[in-house]
């Protein structure tokens, strides 16, 4: 006999911000958890948003690539979601719905 499934529920993870191509995110990810590892404790989502900036210019070559600023604030939602064990490590500030 086989062992019945599990019917744990699985949290979904947060979807990607609207808008902010899915290569953003990874390398938005990617570097916040790097910057992480190095020891910080607090940091800037603008700082890293423009780092994934230089990177596309830079490394990748890409000069029509275009980073739009108000994905700041919508990333850095997104990576605390996906990443709740480093709460606190982007400062956010309360949404205006209009």
């Given amino acids: 006999m086989s062992a019945a499934p599990s019917l744990e529920l699985m949290t979904a ?3 990607y911000p609207e808008g902010v191509p899915v290569e953003v995110c990874h390398s938005f990810e990617k570097l916040a958890l790097e910057v992480r ?6 940091y800037s989502a603008d700082a890293i948003l423009h780092r994934v900036r230089w990177h596309m ?4 070559g890409n000069r029509a ?5 108000n994905w700041t604030a919508p990333l850095a939602r ?4 996906l990443h709740p064990e480093v709460a606190g490590f982007f400062e956010l ?6």
């Fill in 13 to 15: 993870p947060p979807s």
């Fill in 65 to 69: 690539f275009k980073a739009n600023n």
């Fill in 57 to 60: 210019h830079v490394e990748r």
């Fill in 93 to 98: 500030r309360e949404r205006l719905d209009a």
């Fill in 37 to 42: 590892a190095n020891g910080f404790a607090r």
């Fill in 78 to 81: 997104w990576f605390l979601k």
